[in-house]
């Protein structure tokens, strides 16, 4: 299964220069955790980053920061995972087991921005391919059944 078929498409951005203070806003707003920082070029938004709301906690008010003073750039993680819309789901999973990272923007072949895809994503993946796997057993023997009568 390639990771364009399961991403959510619809992904929350922002700009380096965003707020952290907007940059919570949004992820409130859309009732999101992350969200993923673009520069915009030729019309498309390319990732450069990611912001979570474990960055904000850590980095900013655990640190007894001024939210509305730290720009989105300060505090974004830039080394920046990135999948291909083609790529292996299992591919994929390993490349992110290897880097500890739960959420991976997925660009087209421009590497514009199409999508995210999470841990939790590939859980759900993961769960209906095993309920699939586990529906074997029941149509087998319904075949048995069939071909002894």
Known sequence: MRIGK????????????ESIQGAALLMRQHHVGDLVVVQVRDGEKIPVGILTDRDIVVSVIALGLDPASLEVGDVMSDDLLTTDESEDVYELIERM???GIRRVPVVNRD?????????DDLLEFLAQEM???????SHQQSQERHARH
């Open 6 to 17: 399961i991403c959510t498409v619809k992904t929350i951005v922002c700009t380096l220069d």
């Open 131 to 137: 309920g699939e796997l586990s529906r074997i057993a």
């Open 97 to 99: 087991r290897l880097r």
């Open 111 to 119: 590497g514009a921005l199409s999508g995210i895809v999470s841990a």
